[in-house]
């Protein structure tokens, strides 16, 4: 089992920054992807960004250029680097990790952090 803890989230004016983490804590291979989707209120869950154990990284088009995300595999942490942020932005973020194990693919979502750009 994995549980995953977001946090950081909060209130931004609209241009400003915020940092989010996501610790990993319970049995993780070494090889696993992890990243930020977002849910806006009456919308689906999106995307944001991705990264693998190797640090390749994916990113929404609509983040490209403003967000970066990061991780600290020794710490089975991930993070995300908001920039220029805008009300458009506002939703509550995800953490998630995805892995094989036993060839099964398996899948945890944290409970999510809420982030709010005023405009």
């Known amino acids: 089992q994995v549980q995953l803890v977001e946090s950081g989230g909060g209130l931004v004016q609209a241009g400003g920054s915020l940092r989010l983490s996501c610790a990993a804590s319970?049995?993780?291979?070494?090889?696993?992807?992890m990243g930020w989707y977002r849910q806006a209120p009456g919308k689906q869950r999106e995307l944001v960004a991705a990264i693998t154990s190797s640090g390749s990284t994916n990113y929404a088009d609509s983040v490209k250029g403003r967000f970066t995300i990061s991780r600290d595999n020794a710490k089975n942490a991930v993070y995300l680097q908001m920039n220029s942020l805008k009300p458009e932005d506002t939703a509550v973020y995800f953490c998630n990790t995805a892995f094989l194990r036993l060839g099964l693919s398996l899948e945890y979502w944290g409970r999510g952090t809420q982030v709010t750009v005023s405009s």
């Open positions: 319970g049995s993780m291979p070494s090889i696993n992807a």
